[in-house]
């Protein structure tokens, strides 16, 4: 009798598990997201630029058309008053190429769309040139893992931000690293890249024929400080003890609309790139 008790209850717990629960998820009207990172490659012209624009969606609404077309977009020198259309490619993005960058230059984002005016303003920020990438065992958290080592110059009495992006060829996500000279005025900065074994992550250290793309970015503190808040929250995923991830304000305002602005940020940098090959 039991037995058949406990066979009864069993049955009536499983079968509980396949009750369907309806969780309500927030939702919020579509806004505007602008990605503007107009960045300037060492050794090139600078003059192709791209800048997309699309609408955000709900969380578990991923298959819907985002793009947004039909806007006017224009970015302004603010020091010699040229002003660069981007052509509406009917697709979400807005092209040009004949785009001037000028370093240290002060450049406006406008975009008109659906009656409403968007604006942001940033500087064009230089970054030096990368003196050398090494790999060692020694300098990073593990002493058994290999590491990448970059070394860059920061020119002295010059307040300097830095934004670092390590693609490794095979990874989904790049990862980046936002730095100041606050401390290293002057010196020459030495930033290492280190991977531990992560199975949650699908991450393996660093080993031979491993290919990882490096993009210095010279970069405005404004900017500094946002990315800076967006790599914490990233970092913070999955950890309990962390605080709830919050809206990060980019410097796009709507002009029309002071409490409806966009999502985004317009970004203008000077930017190095190299690659290295593990041994």
């Known amino acids: 009798m039991i037995r058949y008790i406990l066979t009864i209850l ?25 990605e503007a990172s107009l960045d300037w490659e060492k050794g090139t012209s600078g003059n192709q630029q791209i800048i997309k624009l699309s609408w955000s969606t709900p969380f ?94 920061d020119p002295e009495n010059v307040e300097n931000f830095y934004l670092i992006k390590y693609e490794v060829v095979g990874d989904l996500l790049p990862y980046l690293e936002a730095r100041s000279d606050e401390f290293v005025d002057g010196n020459e900065i030495h930033d290492f890249f280190e991977k531990d074994d992560d199975e949650d992550q699908g991450q393996t250290p660093f080993e031979a024929g491993d290919v990882v793309n490096i993009s210095l970015y010279g970069i405005s503190e404004r900017y500094y400080n946002y990315m800076r808040l967006l790599i914490e929250q ?46």
């Not at 298959?63 to 660069?84: H, K, L, P």
Request: charged share 15%; glycine share 4%.
């Open 60 to 153: 578990f609404q991923t298959d819907q058309n985002t793009a947004v077309t039909g806007a006017i977009v224009s970015v302004t020198n603010n020091d010699t008053e040229d002003v660069f259309p981007f052509v509406d490619q009917n697709n979400g993005t807005y092209t040009t190429n004949n785009f001037l960058p000028i370093l240290n230059n002060s450049y406006t984002l406008n975009i008109e769309y659906d009656g409403q005016t968007f604006k942001a303003t940033e500087t064009l920020m230089p970054v030096s040139d990368i003196n050398a990438v090494t790999q060692s065992t020694q300098g990073g958290f593990d002493d058994e893992l290999i590491e990448l080592n970059l070394y860059f110059d």
């Open 10 to 34: 069993t049955f009536s717990l499983v079968l509980s598990c396949e009750d369907v629960i309806d969780v309500d998820v927030p939702t919020a009207e579509p806004n505007l997201v602008i």
């Open 234 to 279: 990233y970092d913070a995923q999955g950890d309990p003890f962390s605080s709830n991830a919050a809206q990060i304000r980019g410097n796009c305002i709507n002009v029309s609309n002071p409490d409806n602005n966009p999502y985004g940020y317009f970004r203008l940098t000077e930017v190095v790139k190299t690659t290295y090959i593990f041994q």
